[in-house]
């Protein structure tokens, strides 16, 4: 059975850190690129960073780049993204999804819609 499973919201002052981490299991990430996307009470999904599982390759949208960074452990069939000097509009919650074959930016630009999995989401709320 596919799963996908978040872990690592909470919730942080504006300018804190945390570390989501996107479990799979059922599928190996090799083929899959895998992804970070973020839902904002009344607003779009957006993609906010997507890897691929076998290249590396990787892909940030600009509202993170430079405070977000996604790695992956094939080992533990997990990825993660680290994310620092976090914004209120940092807020909302947080989905992992994965698409084969691994085309990040396909996976991320469409904000998911080509997405052949998801985990159920994890919160993160960024206020002081």
């Known amino acids: 059975q596919v799963q996908l499973v978040e872990s690592g919201g909470g919730s942080v002052q504006p300018g804190g850190s945390l570390r989501l981490s996107c479990a799979a299991s059922?599928?190996?990430?090799?083929?899959?690129?895998i992804g970070w996307f973020r839902q904002a009470p009344g607003k779009e999904r957006e993609g906010l960073s997507c890897i691929s599982g076998s290249s590396g390759s990787t892909y940030y949208a600009d509202s993170v780049k430079g405070r977000f960074t996604i790695s992956r452990d094939n080992a533990k069939n997990t990825v993660y993204l680290e994310m620092n000097s976090l914004k209120p509009e940092d807020a909302g919650v947080y989905y992992c999804?994965?698409?084969?074959?691994?085309?990040?930016?396909?996976?991320?630009?469409?904000?998911?819609?080509?997405?052949?999995?998801w985990g159920q989401g994890t919160q993160v709320t960024v206020s002081s």
């Open positions: 999804a994965a698409q084969t074959p691994a085309i990040v930016f396909r996976l991320c630009v469409l904000g998911g819609r080509s997405a052949d999995y």
């Open positions: 059922g599928f190996t990430m090799d083929y899959y690129a």
